[in-house]
């Protein structure tokens, strides 16, 4: 049963009868309020008004492939291989599927939900219907696993980068990409790699971006979305999608071909540890925060001299 039709026909959030659906979709009402039905059993709420019809709460941010499309500039339009679906199992683990169907070039999987989305250190990452962002770019890079570090901090970077915030919201990074917003998460990265020790690696860059969520039951850290940091503003997902496409297949393109030299002074300007006393979670390293090197490792100054810390060898938390 595809419900996407009778749920773009609802994203107005207006009241709709029975009876008009039924005929804008050339079904019977019976047929519709299966669909109703169905569209509950997902997780959307969709409202019931007596002798009136049907409405969701609040009008509905629907993404469309071809709008994102739209959005993106004309060479990576042409590049680009772009899957959106509804539902999935997790977006990163698409990409993995599509390279084993031989897809080849820059793919990039989007979805609406996905039942299995994975976070950092085997944590699940939240993803209702219809909310966020949940966006994978798959990509092959020539510069080997270890001229590899410092990419999850350019996708970072270029996430925070696309979005345009104003400075009032302080948004920030948080070694080595977590993207806040007055100190709260707004969006994480989940970096997947394949490929051998030397030459090109696949690359997979999954992002996780919090776009109209406002409430989640199971988040364990503070954390915030777009709308609820700035609510002045009307964010459409298709745009913010393009937005992030644009300056991350940029950034990257530099990236193979300089490294994260480049990205050291742009990055620092986002840094949130920087000055702060920090503790490495394990181990026993402490000292305050004094931004990335060229590598991107991230500096403390520990008393007894400079401490470089490689991303995933350990994590930061401020004391
Ligand atoms: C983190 O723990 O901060 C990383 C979260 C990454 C979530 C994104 S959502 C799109 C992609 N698919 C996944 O299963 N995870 C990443």
Redesign the pocket.
């Known amino acids: 049963m595809n419900t996407k039709p009778l749920l773009r026909l609802l994203a107005d959030g207006e009241t709709h009868s029975g009876e008009s659906l039924a005929e804008s979709l050339g079904i019977s009402r019976t047929a519709i309020w299966k669909q109703v039905r169905k569209l509950q059993e997902e997780g959307i709420q969709v409202e019931t008004i007596r002798g009136r019809g049907y409405r969701l709460p609040a009008p509905m941010d629907m993404l469309s492939e071809d709008s994102i499309r739209e959005g993106l500039t004309a060479s990576l339009r042409e590049n680009i291989s772009l899957a959106v679906h509804d539902r999935i199992d997790?977006?990163?683990?698409d990409i993995t599927r599509r390279w084993q169907q031989g897809e080849a070039g820059l793919l990039v999987s989007i979805a609406d939900c996905?039942e299995?989305?994975?976070?950092?250190?085997g944590?699940p990452?939240q993803?209702p219907v219809g909310k966020n962002l949940?966006?994978?770019v798959g990509v092959s890079i020539s510069r080997g696993f270890t001229g590899l570090e410092g990419l999850s901090l350019v996708a970072g970077l270029a996430a925070i980068e696309s979005l345009g915030l104003p400075e009032e919201v302080r948004p920030g990074l948080k070694w080595p990409n977590?993207l806040l917003v007055d100190g709260q998460k707004l969006a994480?990265?989940?970096i997947e790699l394949q490929g051998e020790l030397e030459g090109a690696v696949r690359v997979i860059v999954?992002?996780?971006l919090n776009v109209h969520m406002t409430d989640a039951e199971s988040v364990d850290q503070p954390w915030t979305s777009l709308s609820l940091a700035l609510p002045g503003e009307s964010w459409v997902r298709n745009r913010v999608a393009a937005s992030v496409l644009n300056r991350l297949a940029a950034r990257l393109d530099t990236f193979e071909q300089e490294g994260f030299a480049p990205f050291e002074e742009l990055w620092n300007q986002y840094d949130i540890f920087r000055g702060k006393t920090l503790r490495a979670t394990s181990g026993d390293l402490s000292g305050v925060g004094c931004g990335v090197d060229d590598a991107g490792h991230y500096l403390l100054e520990t008393g007894q001299g400079v401490q470089r810390i490689s991303a995933g060898e350990i994590s930061l938390r401020v004391v």
């Open positions: 997790s977006t990163n683990s996905q299995q989305g994975r976070g950092r250190r944590r990452w993803s949940y966006m994978s977590d994480g990265i989940l999954g992002i996780g």
